[in-house]
Each structure stands twice: as C-alpha cells, then as structure tokens.
C-alpha cells in the first residue's frame, strides 16, 4: 500500500487503545482525538517545505528555516473538528476551511452541506482532517472539492481507516497520501469500521 502510512508509534497506539474504549467518556474522548491528531500531523508533515531565515539568539545569528507554504487545515464536519486544535497547536498560522458532509445512512454516501471556500485557493498544502476513513467516500468527495478548488497538494491526515476506504482514496487519487494511526479489519453491513471505535461523531459531542 504505497502512499499508504501506518503509524507504529507506540504513543499512538497506546492512546488509540484508550480512544477505541467503549468505556471512555466525550471528555477524554476529545482529549485522545487532540493528541493523536497532533501525532499524526507530526508524521504527516516531515516533507514541508522551508526556506533559510537568519535568526538572531542571545548568543549570536544563524540561518533558520521557515515553513514556506501556505498551509489549509480542512476538517470534515463534524468529527473532524475535533482534530483541528490538535493539528492548529503544531502550526498555529495555518487558515482552517470546514466542509461539511454526512453519509446518507441507507446508501451510505456523502452528501454536501456546508462549503464556504472562496473562489480562488488561498493555500498551497491541505491537510484533510477526518478521524474516520470507512467506505472512503466523504475523503474522495471532500478532496474532489479541493482540487476544484485549485489545491496543488493535499495529505489526508486521519486516525482509523478500512481497507475499504484505502482502496477508493487510492482509485480516485492515488498521489494524496494518508496517514492513519491504524487500518482496522473490514466494514460491517452499516458501514461501520470493525473493531474500530463506534462513531466518532457522537462520541465526540456525546450525541447518540
Ligand atoms: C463520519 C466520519 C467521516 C465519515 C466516514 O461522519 O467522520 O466523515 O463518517 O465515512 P465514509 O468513509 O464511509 O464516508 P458522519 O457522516 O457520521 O458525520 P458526522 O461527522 O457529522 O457524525
Ligand atoms: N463513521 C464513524 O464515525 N465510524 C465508523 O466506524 C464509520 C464511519
């Protein structure tokens, strides 16, 4: 699975562990989506641009470096919100654009309901933050939208994946890498991820 990243870090794993718990409560639940997402974005950026800037210590001038990119957070509403201050934390002048989508739970597509972009891109990079990467349709829909939109490149930063959903990303754009913090078994017959943690969503705003 090129392009494909799965995390074996073991702080992520350990963590992941406590986030998939049925018994863990909305609190500790955002709190884990804060964290993982933080070091998922940690891997996801080691291939950022930077251009050399003099900086001056207390102790004299070097050359630093300083991220060259404008860089787009995107999270898809409503449980990729939750990933947002975690990814902000890390580069806290990065814009935030929300798209918001929802499966249609019969025949499990994404249907579109809020996108404010404006007309022309303001951002070099996106990141498409979605903890849950199921049948891979609101990924492949939001990064359609993205490259509408004009986005040269675009890194999909998640926390559980399907083999499922790897496979359509990879179809429909098989040059946007993807970083999860695991790729589980399979879907259920309700295109659930298995073992997976249940819905992000609700389990985020301790709805449902
Ligand atoms: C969840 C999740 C993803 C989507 C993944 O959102 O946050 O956006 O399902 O499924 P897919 O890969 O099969 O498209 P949901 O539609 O439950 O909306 P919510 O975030 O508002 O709860
Ligand atoms: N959305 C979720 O929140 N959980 C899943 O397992 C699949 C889609």
Known sequence: MSNVFESNHPLVAHKLTKLRDVNTSPKKFRELVREIS?????????????????????????????????????????????MVEGVWGLMPNAEVWHIGLYRDERTLKPVEYYNKLPVAPTVKVCLVLDPMLATGGSAVATIDVLKRWGV?????????????????MQANHPEVPIYLAAIDSHLNEIGYIVPGLGDAGDRQFGTG
Do not use: C
């Open 152 to 168: 040269s490149r675009i890194k999909f930063v998640g926390l559980l994946g399907a083999p499922e959903g790897v496979k359509l």
């Open 38 to 82: 933080a070091l998922m974005t940690y891997e996801a950026t080691t291939d950022l641009a930077v251009h050399p800037i003099e900086v001056t210590t207390p102790m004299g001038d070097m050359t630093g470096s300083e991220l060259t990119d404008k860089i787009g957070l995107v999270p898809i509403l409503r449980a990729g919100l939750g």
